[in-house]
């Protein structure tokens, strides 16, 4: 079993930063895939950004490509999301998801698909 917790949301306005992070506990968080997705209201969780357990690959939605990146600290635990030039539409709950495998789980046409393991949400809202 692996516990994730969020943090770092909160109110920005659009051009601002917010650098959410994710800390991890239970079994050996270096071995798992990590990964970011988000649900705005009214609308389905969608695929943010994900890293392998060797942060040697990374991918990335195409909304948000450019403007977040995510890094891990397998030492700490912990993964990260920088979030830069946010926009209004990126306001949602932002969660934090870890697979049992050390790379993401693929669907069709090379999407992200969901983890096994999810945090509880932060809120990043983002004002016009």
């Known amino acids: 079993q692996v516990e994730l917790v969020e943090s770092g949301g909160g109110l920005v306005q659009a051009g601002g930063s917010l650098r959410l992070s994710c800390k991890a506990s239970?079994?050996?968080?270096?071995?798992?895939?990590m990964a970011w997705f988000r649900q705005a209201p009214g609308k389905e969780r969608e695929f943010v950004a994900a890293i392998s357990w060797s942060s040697g690959s990374t991918y990335y939605a195409d909304a948000v490509k450019g403007r977040f990146t995510i890094s891990r600290a397998n030492a700490e635990n912990t993964v990260s999301l920088q979030m830069d030039t946010l926009k209004p539409e990126d306001t949602a709950v932002y969660y934090c998801?870890?697979?049992?495998?050390?790379?993401?789980?693929?669907?069709?046409?090379?999407?992200?698909?969901?983890?096994?393991?999810w945090g509880q949400g932060t809120q990043v809202t983002v004002s016009s």
């Open positions: 998801s870890a697979y049992r495998s050390p790379i993401p789980r693929f669907g069709a046409a090379y999407s992200i698909l969901p983890g096994d393991y």
């Open positions: 239970g079994r050996t968080f270096s071995n798992h895939a």
